[in-house]
């Protein structure tokens, strides 16, 4: 197994406090309800001049969401996965976003060139949200929320460039609902969607550390990340949301047998290990062929599953489009 803690730098943590969430109703649009299709247009387009994390603003009603619209299953996805300015924690840490974005054409194109069927690539960034810690923080929760400077630029670089992102929480001592709600603002967003990584949600009743237990989570708490997204797309008149659930080990989501589909959010159960090509495809014999929920996704490391293995090697879009199911969302760590 392996356990991606980092201490982020002090400078980059908690500057905008991302909880401090404010009913204002539609003040920032002059009190006008805006028709559902026109939100993304006339509300919630990111930029410099007006970043997620100072728009507060709330519909007054629910604008209904937009169930018909999402990403999957059209197309398939091909995520970055990081934390900025940390090469440990992944690709997105070694390179800024404008210097990504041609390194992840590159990839997708090598995908769309063996690609078997219709259901073309979409690009995004995964980017962690909140960064489980081996030691306490504030509140001695044993997790430290990304800064939202991080979130903004993310959020806006992906919406002009026409991307997905995806806010990855680790949680810590944090329950997911905890974590992720605080992300609101963010993922109010038509292109920004959640990720839940159970490896770091330890019980804080057992002592436990992120990083030297292993940690989970529980069917019910998918169940109510799905509703929630639902409830956060029908309020702001979105497309329906992607939820990825990271998994590498059987432990990692516990009762799986009771998660299902829930209408107005597409659930993403990723095979998360490192490892050779072998190891990888039979963890994902386990984890996803076995017991297939709704679409399926697949993480590669571009070091660890080579420098760690003896006798290993990066696996390639043959590779993925040999799997079965093929997988419906790949992720380069």
């Known amino acids: 197994m392996s356990f991606k803690i980092i201490t982020p730098r002090p400078e980059l943590r908690g500057k905008i406090d991302r909880r401090d969430l404010m009913k204002i109703g539609l003040a920032a649009t002059g009190g006008a309800m805006i028709p559902a299709g026109l939100l993304a247009q006339a509300d919630v387009v990111p930029s410099e001049d007006n970043p997620p994390s100072q728009n507060k603003s709330t519909p007054e009603a629910n604008l209904g969401g937009l169930w018909d619209q999402g990403i999957l299953p059209d197309h398939r996805i091909l995520l970055y996965y990081g934390f900025p300015e940390f090469d440990a924690m992944?690709?997105?840490?070694?390179?800024?976003?404008?210097?990504?974005?041609?390194?992840?054409?590159?990839?997708?194109?090598?995908?769309?060139?063996?690609?078997?069927?219709?259901?073309?690539?979409?690009?995004?960034?995964?980017?962690?949200?909140?960064?489980?810690?081996?030691?306490?923080?504030?509140?001695?929760?044993?997790v430290a929320d990304t800064d939202g400077k991080w979130l903004d630029q993310y959020t806006i670089f992906t919406h002009e460039n026409d991307m997905q992102l995806f806010l990855d929480v680790q949680m810590g001592y944090r329950t997911p609902y905890e974590d992720y709600s605080g992300l609101e603002r963010w993922l109010r967003y038509p292109h920004v969607h959640l990720a839940i990584d159970p490896e770091f949600h330890v019980l804080e009743a057992e002592g436990e550390v992120p990083?030297?237990?292993?940690?989970?989570?529980?069917?019910?708490?998918?169940?109510?990340?799905?509703?929630?997204?639902?409830?956060?797309?029908?309020?702001?008149?979105?497309?329906?949301?992607?939820?990825?659930?990271?998994?590498?080990h059987v432990h990692s989501v516990q009762n799986k047998e009771n998660i299902a589909p829930v209408d107005g959010v597409d659930l993403i159960m990723n095979e998360d290990g490192h490892g050779t090509p072998e190891m990888k495809l039979e963890t994902y014999r386990v984890i996803i062929t076995d017991s297939p929920i709704q679409y399926n996704g697949f993480k590669i490391f571009y070091k660890t599953d080579i420098e760690l293995w003896e006798n290993s090697r990066l696996m390639t879009p043959e590779d993925v489009y040999a799997m079965d199911p093929v997988p419906d969302v790949v992720n380069y760590q």
């Open 211 to 248: 990083g030297q237990d292993l940690g989970s989570i529980d069917a019910s708490d998918v169940t109510e990340a799905q509703n929630w997204l639902v409830g956060l797309s029908d309020k702001y008149g979105l497309p329906r949301k992607m939820l990825i659930i990271h998994q590498f």
């Open 90 to 142: 992944g690709i997105l840490g070694e390179y800024t976003p404008e210097e990504l974005l041609p390194k992840l054409e590159q990839q997708r194109a090598e995908y769309e060139a063996v690609r078997p069927d219709d259901r073309s690539w979409v690009t995004g960034f995964e980017l962690i949200g909140s960064v489980a810690q081996d030691h306490p923080t504030s509140g001695g929760q044993y």
